[in-house]
């Protein structure tokens, strides 16, 4: 659930990847604290299965994974009020280009014990 | 193709994703370079359609999506020999611990113009 520093750990087979990579803008305005309040937000929305968040400071260029029990779930996350103020300003202000990809995980491993 | 600065510029889906998330073990231990020559390598590959490749120097934790044509360019992929000894030495000596999950790409939108 957390987005910090570990993979998610998520259910067996099938569910959805929501899978938004981001080149952000130059500076802070306000991305900092709405980010972390939109993780928060969406890990209390229903069919929410976890979270991996990563950007790099050097490049700018981020990568956000939310894993979903169905597309339903991911319409029902997107047409959130808090939520479509904060896709508002992604496009206005925070992000230089994005592309936002959905999809189906089909199988999944981890690492051997 | 890149694995630099930018979302992966990919056609109109459907197509696949592997999703890569993973936490590095301390020091580099060959790991940068290795990492770099299978960038180049996997886009060298049959069926590739692009990479995005982040990690966060301050968590450690990374995420590489690849995006490919089909499952099967996948497996080969995954089968291909120097990649093998790359996937070995991950288990070893470079991943504290990953997620490997192959989704298929339904749908698909980038920043408005």
Redesign the interface.
């Known amino acids: 659930m957390s987005a ?5 750990q ?1 259910p067996e ?1 099938p569910y959805y ?1 929501v ?1 938004f ?3 952000r803008t130059e500076g802070d305005r306000g991305y900092g604290a709405m980010a972390e309040k939109m993780v928060e937000l969406a890990a209390r929305q229903p069919g929410f299965l976890g979270i ?1 968040s ?4 050097a ?5 956000t ?1 939310s894993y979903w029990d169905s597309e339903a779930s991911i319409a029902r996350w997107k047409a959130n009020a808090e939520h479509r103020i904060a896709q508002e300003a992604g ?1 206005k202000l925070w ?1 230089a ?16 014990a």
Request: charged share 25%; hydrophobic share 30%.
């Open positions: 910090t520093g570990q993979p998610a998520t087979p990847a899978i990579t981001t080149r991996e990563v950007r790099d400071p490049t700018g260029l981020g990568i994974v496009q992000y280009d994005y592309v936002l990809r959905v999809a189906k995980v089909e199988r999944a491993y981890g690492k051997p």
